[in-house]
């Protein structure tokens, strides 16, 4: 199966503050352990929420805010990423076939030069994730049909949050609770899609990362 490893923002992440060295230093060992285990599937980072938007539906009418981004139901259904040539690309992308009384989130997705690497001439269009927020109708395992968009280059479902794991790390102290969450106000900072036998499986991966970290919460949820 597949799980999804949400980590969420902290307040360091949400500043854009670059992670420290020692944080970098750990990450490239466990990413190539991670790599060469043979489950990694996927895995991005996001900028922060001052960088994105909130499309917000209602009444045949679409809201759309600027972040940063306050924490509301960051529990999330669904994901595409996008790859456009502006931010309001993204948005008509994520706009088309939107459920009403639908919340979306626009994000941009975190490249190596926003770390400083040299950003290739070729490269002029800028990859977006757009996370669809959980409702009655995806807690319940009903989603809209997927779009078939030459924009997408990568999207999934999740399955519903009751099949789902939270993890919190706190001083030291880890905490955990299993679904269904009734909300999550942490924003998503990053994911990591795992291909393992079972959601336990995960849970080992989870805890490596959050030591690096430090504080930190973690959802993990089985894909559909």
Not at 147 to 165: E, H, N, W, Y
Request: charged fraction near 25%; charge should be negative.
């Amino acid at each position: 199966m597949r799980v999804m490893s949400m980590h969420k923002a902290t307040p360091d992440m949400e500043k854009g503050v670059p992670p420290p060295p020692e944080v970098m230093e750990g990450m490239g060992p466990l990413m190539g352990e991670l790599m060469q285990s043979g489950i990694f599937v996927a895995g991005e980072g996001l900028r922060p929420s001052a960088e994105g938007v909130r499309l917000l539906f209602s009444s045949g009418s679409r809201t759309i805010s600027k972040g940063p981004l306050p924490g509301a139901n960051e529990l999330v259904s669904a994901y595409a990423i996008v790859k456009t040539a502006s931010i309001d690309e993204a948005i008509e992308f994520a706009s088309r076939g939107a459920a009403d009384d639908a919340v979306i989130d626009v994000r941009p997705v975190t490249e190596p030069w926003d770390f400083g690497a040299p950003r290739p001439s070729h490269e002029t269009k800028t990859r977006y994730m757009v996370i669809y927020k959980a409702d009655a109708r995806s807690e319940s395992g009903v989603h809209p049909p997927e779009l078939d968009d030459p924009l997408v280059i990568a999207a999934g479902r999740l399955q519903p949050s009751a099949k789902g794991r939270r993890i919190q790390f706190r001083n030291g102290t880890q905490t955990v609770t299993d679904g269904p969450f009734t909300e999550s106000k942490e924003l998503i900072a990053g994911f990591t899609i795992f291909d393992v036998p079972s959601i336990d499986d995960a849970v080992p991966w989870a805890e490596r990362f959050a030591k690096l970290i430090g504080d930190i919460e973690i959802e993990l949820r089985p894909m559909a």
